[in-house]
């Protein structure tokens, strides 16, 4: 009977590890074939299943505890939108993700979905995703979907889960199938759908959200949270004022980087919050405001989502000021609450600040102890400096790297550091018996790091010669070569505190000229239209969140100046010639390359609308919001391209393509070099700023250092669908405050700039921001500056000789002739004064 029983569990293992699951779902790859999942086999036809295969390369084991299990089709709570993206590169890479779940949401057995693509060149039996929530391993699984997305749930042991921020690891470990070179390590890696994965848990709708939850809001499929501002009749300044104020205070109650705001009905779905704000007497006649009670004062109130509608939130009053302080009552919020790990994912989402004098230690930016047997290690990082950090050659900031690397590298073998994409530091790894560190200290200039976010990454590079042949047969395919320890540190010198204008990066990683303003901010926006005033809200909660502090924008149709620090936000065709031409655009080369998409009407849908994740955008990895609406050209047509060999048009002005730009750039800077080297040719405008320079410096205002240099037209790049520009449209006051700092913000016309907008404030694009000019084309996400040719510096900090002598050494590091020109003054200084002294010392001969 015994062996009877035995023979019939081995028959129907045989038949499951054989045939799929009749219960099976299948998804399809966006654009690729069927992708059926099936029931993981157990017993010995799981540990058959689990051998390793042939090949140079041992397989992973299967794990029957954590093999994917059924998925299904129910809705996810997806992942929120990070500044380390939606990618796994390299042989070992990791995204962490916070989720903030509601009490009733962290009960039951929750599961999590992940749906990702990967590269065609990952070998699927020696590569591996790892799933895991608050530090607990919850699944794995072979990567192998090269041809199609692929769709795996992993069930979550039962409280694991937690009220508040969860945090969501999602690592990969990878091998290439052929090449075992370090070159065909940067062609490995796996792409998660923000729209098919994240937490299958209870909607919100199932137990309602407090205002406590807003963070709790369920992001749409690019992970960024839609605001739909739901309004009865064209609202007035002071009205759209307090609807700004509340879009900022969402953002930074939930800690949201990107609200995409749209004006409109009431939303249905999911996903997103419908916001409501305005006094009684505007919001009388909106649907079920009746359940919220009489309005007395200021008041907050969540209605509970439906099936047809989101959660709506309502900021009421009976007068403005009462709406205003019932927003301030939403800024207040609660301290957050969740799992330790939950809890530090939250907060690196914005980088572990920094400032002068700090040493800290990798653990605390969420770096771990790893060892690595594969050919390149790449760990990365997000350091926060202070916005008013100015960056320029007066120190280093000090990686002391502590780890070990194995003996018999090849001679290439050596460390990369890299700040924000630029290579800062290049040590070899010498020792061919290996070595052990633990203070190996390399030095990284400050010159190029930037205020706000940073992004380091340290890159071992630890080949071995049995790689030429990929290792067959050989020892070195499992030794480890490299081990990093998360004792390693970075150690901050003094920074110059002082802020640097025009710097789109200051602006954008802390909102500098509206925060440091003796003035109100003002929104300066031409045209009222929907597209127009959501792009402007969305600017504005962005820069509230890098501020990390409610901003008190005053919004205006027309610039003024003396007025404080202005963001305009406009379509190119509402702005005056003025504007353009005093932040060193040329208008009429603008709205020359814009003219074809001018006069646009949308084609369908909304503007907002998340592009679907086709695999063609996938495998470049074009930021999920980042994609430009179907449009309907109401002109004859886009002026047809030009040769470069081609005449010029009849107005005497040359074609503007990509190479001419890239042109006129080398041109201008080989002029530049060739007029200012020449010490006699700069004489006299030298002497002029130097003299300027230092009676700034000694107090006779706040604004330390003025270049007094006219502005440059530059010309914009056709591919461009926004341009960011900043500078000083008047110079009343522009030397010793922000007052008169002006930001713009414009593209072809209104529904482009919206789109764009929304791209631009993607966490990957956002922190790219940098220089006078930023060019960005909202298609793929890519983003061109333009550094400025001169700068003003602006006081930020009480005055003290050490910050003085930082801001000094900067300047003058910033600009190398005058430092020549000093030195050589004080060498002649010194000269004269010591053939004066011993002109009379001595005997003379007569």
């Given at each position: 009977m015994r062996v009877a029983t035995i023979t019939l569990r081995l028959v129907a293992l045989g038949v499951l590890a054989q045939a799929p699951s009749a219960g099976a779902q299948s998804f399809v790859g966006a654009g690729g074939p069927t992708e059926r999942l099936t029931v993981p086999p157990s017993g010995n036809a799981l540990r058959r299943a689990a051998a390793p295969e042939s090949g140079p390369r041992a397989a992973i084991p299967a794990d029957p505890l954590r093999q994917p299990v059924l998925t299904t089709s129910a809705p996810a709570r997806r992942l929120p939108a990070t500044t380390g993206g939606f990618r796994l590169e390299g042989e070992e890479d990791a995204l962490r993700?916070?989720?903030?779940?509601?009490?009733?949401?962290?009960?039951?057995?929750?599961?999590?979905?992940?749906?990702?693509?990967?590269?065609?060149?990952?070998?699927?039996?020696?590569?591996?995703?790892?799933?895991?929530?608050?530090?607990?391993?919850?699944?794995?699984?072979?990567?192998?979907?090269?041809?199609?997305?692929?769709?795996?749930?992993?069930?979550?042991?039962?409280g694991s889960l937690k009220l508040g921020y969860n945090a969501?690891?999602?690592?990969?470990?990878?091998?290439?199938?052929?090449?075992?070179?370090?070159?065909?390590?940067?062609?490995?890696?796996?792409?998660?759908?923000?729209?098919?994965?994240?937490?299958?848990?209870?909607?919100?709708?199932?137990?309602?959200?407090?205002?406590?939850?807003?963070?709790?809001?369920?992001p749409d499929d690019s992970g960024a949270l839609p605001v739909r501002v739901v309004v009865n009749d064209k609202p007035s300044l002071p009205r759209l004022e307090r609807i700004f104020h509340a879009v900022e205070a969402i953002g930074l109650v939930g800690r949201i980087a990107r609200p995409i705001v749209e004006f409109g009905p009431l939303m249905p779905g999911r996903a997103g919050i419908n916001l409501l704000v305005g006094t009684a007497s505007e919001l009388r006649g909106s649907p079920d405001l009746e359940s919220i009670g009489p309005v007395t004062g200021p008041k907050l109130a969540m209605l509970p989502p439906r099936e047809d509608r989101a959660p709506t939130l309502v900021v009421s009053g009976t007068s403005y000021d009462e709406v205003e302080a019932a927003i301030a009552i939403l800024a207040r919020g609660t301290e957050p609450y969740g799992t330790s790990r939950g809890l530090k994912a939250a907060a690196l989402l914005r980088g572990v600040a920094v400032t002068s004098g700090d040493r800290v230690p990798l653990q605390s930016l969420g770096v771990s102890t790893r060892e690595f047997s594969g050919r390149l290690l790449r760990t990365s990082f997000d350091v926060h400096l202070p916005a008013d950090f100015l960056p320029a050659d007066y120190g280093k900031v000090m990686l002391n790297l502590a780890g070990a690397y194995a003996s018999g590298l090849a001679p290439e073998a050596r460390i990369?550091?890299?700040?924000?994409?630029r290579n800062a530091a290049s040590v070899p790894l010498p020792q061919t018996r290996g070595e052990v560190f633990e203070n190996n200290t390399i030095p990284l200039p400050l010159s190029l790091w930037r205020p706000g976010l940073n992004r380091v990454d340290i890159a071992a590079q630890v080949p071995v010669p049995a790689d030429a042949t990929c290792g067959l047969g050989g020892p070195d395919l499992k030794r480890e070569r490299f081990l990093f320890l998360d004792r390693t540190s970075l150690s901050i010198p003094n920074l110059a505190r002082t802020a640097k204008v025009p710097d789109l990066a200051a602006t954008t990683s802390g909102a500098v000229p509206f925060v440091e303003g003796r003035r109100r901010p003002r929104i300066v926006l031409p045209t009222l239209d929907r597209d127009t005033v959501a792009a402007g809200a969305m600017m504005a909660a962005r820069l509230a969140s890098a501020a990390g502090r409610m901003i008190d924008f005053e919004l205006a149709n027309e610039t003024q100046s003396g007025t404080g620090a202005t963001l305009i936000v406009a379509p190119v065709r509402s702005l005056a010639p003025a504007s353009l031409s005093g932040?060193?655009?040329?208008?009429?080369?603008?709205?020359?390359?814009?003219?074809?998409?001018?006069?646009?009407?949308?084609?369908?849908?909304?503007?907002?609308?998340?592009?679907?994740?086709?695999?063609?955008?996938?495998?470049?990895?074009?930021?999920?919001?980042?994609?430009?609406?179907?449009?309907?050209l109401r002109v004859a047509g886009p002026v047809p391209p030009r040769a470069a060999s081609s005449s010029s048009p009849a107005d005497g002005r040359p074609a503007v393509t990509r190479?001419?730009?890239?042109?006129?750039?080398?041109?201008?800077?080989?002029?530049?070099?060739?007029?200012?080297?020449?010490?006699?040719?700069?004489?006299?405008?030298?002497?002029?700023?130097?003299?300027?320079?230092?009676?700034?410096?000694?107090?006779?205002?706040?604004?330390?250092?003025?270049?007094?240099?006219?502005?440059?037209s530059l010309n914009v790049p056709p591919s461009a669908s926004l341009v960011l520009a900043q500078g000083f449209l008047s110079t009343q006051g522009a030397n010793d405050s922000f007052d008169d700092t002006t930001t713009l913000v414009t593209?072809?016309?209104?529904?482009?700039?919206?789109?764009?907008?929304a791209c631009l404030i993607d966490p990957e694009v956002w922190s790219k921001v940098g220089g006078r000019f930023a060019f960005l084309n909202a298609?793929?996400?890519?983003?061109?500056?333009?550094?400025?040719?001169?700068?003003?510096?602006?006081?930020?900090?009480?005055?003290?000789?050490?910050?003085?002598?930082?801001?000094?050494?900067?300047?003058?590091?910033m600009n190398p002739i005058f430092y020549v020109a000093l030195a050589l003054g004080l060498a002649l200084c010194l000269g004269l004064s010591t053939t004066v002294m011993v002109r009379n010392v001595g005997r003379r001969n007569r």
């Open positions: 993700f916070p989720v903030y779940v509601t009490e009733a949401q962290s009960r039951g057995r929750p599961r999590l979905r992940v749906s990702y693509l990967s590269a065609i060149s990952v070998a699927p039996e020696a590569s591996e995703l790892v799933a895991s929530v608050n530090g607990i391993v919850v699944g794995r699984t072979r990567i192998q979907a090269p041809g199609a997305v692929k769709v795996v749930e992993f069930e979550l042991p039962e969501i690891d999602l690592s990969a470990s990878q091998r290439h199938r052929v090449d075992c070179s370090l070159d065909a390590t940067y062609e490995l890696w796996t792409q998660i759908d923000p729209s098919r994965s994240g937490l299958v848990v209870p909607p919100v709708a199932a137990g309602g959200i407090e205002l406590k939850d807003l963070a709790a809001l369920e990369l550091v890299d700040l924000n994409g932040l060193g655009l040329d208008p009429d080369q603008v709205r020359r390359i814009w003219e074809a998409r001018a006069e646009t009407s949308r084609a369908s849908g909304q503007s907002g609308s998340v592009p679907a994740p086709t695999l063609d955008r996938m495998r470049r990895n074009v930021p999920p919001r980042c994609s430009l609406p179907d449009l309907t190479a001419t730009f890239d042109g006129d750039l080398a041109t201008k800077w080989d002029e530049t070099l060739r007029t200012r080297h020449p010490l006699v040719e700069a004489a006299g405008d030298m002497v002029e700023r130097a003299s300027s320079t230092f009676r700034d410096l000694l107090g006779e205002s706040r604004g330390w250092l003025d270049s007094g240099e006219p502005v440059k593209a072809p016309n209104a529904i482009l700039l919206k789109a764009s907008v298609a793929d996400g890519r983003l061109d500056t333009i550094e400025p040719d001169s700068v003003r510096l602006i006081a930020t900090q009480d005055r003290s000789v050490s910050n003085l002598r930082l801001v000094a050494a900067g300047w003058l590091s």
